[in-house]
Nanobody, 126 residues
């Protein structure tokens, strides 16, 4: 059973930055596609960014391109999400997720991911 634990969320002013981390335990992290999703109050969970097992390919939702950067350190079993130029509309719970089949295709739907973290809250004040 893969366990994912997010950290790094918090309260930040608009224009600020945060780096979210997601540490994985159990399983073989270096073979997983990892994704970040977010869910704002009253809205559905949505895909934000994904990265394949090797880190050589990434994919972003159009709404975050240029401001969000996903990366991973397989030696540390950790995936990161750097968020810059934060906006109030970025306020949400951010979740990392693991897709445990080896693939070069980055899935963007919730059902494609096998394991989920508990989420970390990001709140952006105006």
């Amino acid at each position: 059973q893969v366990q994912l634990v997010e950290s790094g969320g918090g309260l930040v002013q608009a224009g600020g930055s945060l780096r979210l981390s997601c540490a994985a335990s159990r399983g073989t992290f270096s073979t997983y596609t990892m994704g970040w999703f977010r869910q704002a109050p009253g809205k559905e969970r949505e895909f934000v960014a994904g990265i394949i097992y090797s880190g050589s390919s990434t994919y972003y939702a159009d709404s975050v391109k240029g401001r969000f950067t996903i990366s991973r350190d397989n030696a540390k079993n950790t995936v990161y999400l750097q968020i810059n130029s934060l906006k109030p509309e970025n306020t949400a719970a951010y979740y990392c997720a693991a897709h445990t089949s080896i693939t070069r295709v980055i899935a963007t739907t919730i059902n494609d991911y096998n394991y989920w973290g508990q989420g970390t809250q990001v709140t952006v004040s105006s």
